[in-house]
Nanobody, 129 residues
Framework: QVQLVESGGGLVQPGKSLRLSCVASGFTFINYAMSWVRQAPGKGHEWVSGITSGGSRTAYADSVKGRFTISRDNDKNTLYLQMNNLKPEDTAVYYC??????????????????????WGQGTQVTVSS
């Protein structure tokens, strides 16, 4: 069965770093563009970053540009999000999501779960001193 399993979240102080991972199974990972979407307490979903199936193109929300880096290892069926210089406003549950690639340049930039083919269970990131 299809699974997206996120890990790497936790409690971290402002200015520190975390790396999230998302392991995919049950579908052909290389055929899917991937995104990270987050949901802060009491708020709606927010798209964070996306990457094409081959990893050649990436995109970031303005709120994380220059601090976060998305990448993927298609041999390991794994998506990553390196988060540096974390801020309290980055506190959220982080989800990875998959959408079939389509055009080679396509990067999914939506935040609604129903716009994706697959969606993970999330990992909590808390940034606090």
């Amino acid at each position: 069965q299809v699974q997206l399993v996120e890990s790497g979240g936790g409690l971290v102080q402002p200015g520190k770093s975390l790396r999230l991972s998302c392991v995919a199974s049950g579908f052909t990972f290389i055929n899917y563009a991937m995104s990270w979407v987050r949901q802060a307490p009491g708020k709606g979903h927010e798209w964070v970053s996306g990457i094409t199936s081959g990893g050649s193109r990436t995109a970031y929300a303005d709120s994380v540009k220059g601090r976060f880096t998305i990448s993927r290892d298609n041999d390991k069926n794994t998506l990553y999000l390196q988060m540096n210089n974390l801020k309290p406003e980055d506190t959220a549950v982080y989800y990875c999501a998959a959408k079939v690639q389509g055009a080679w340049y396509f990067i999914p930039t939506t935040q609604e779960p129903q716009t994706y083919d697959y969606w993970g269970q999330g990992t909590q990131v808390t940034v606090s001193s």
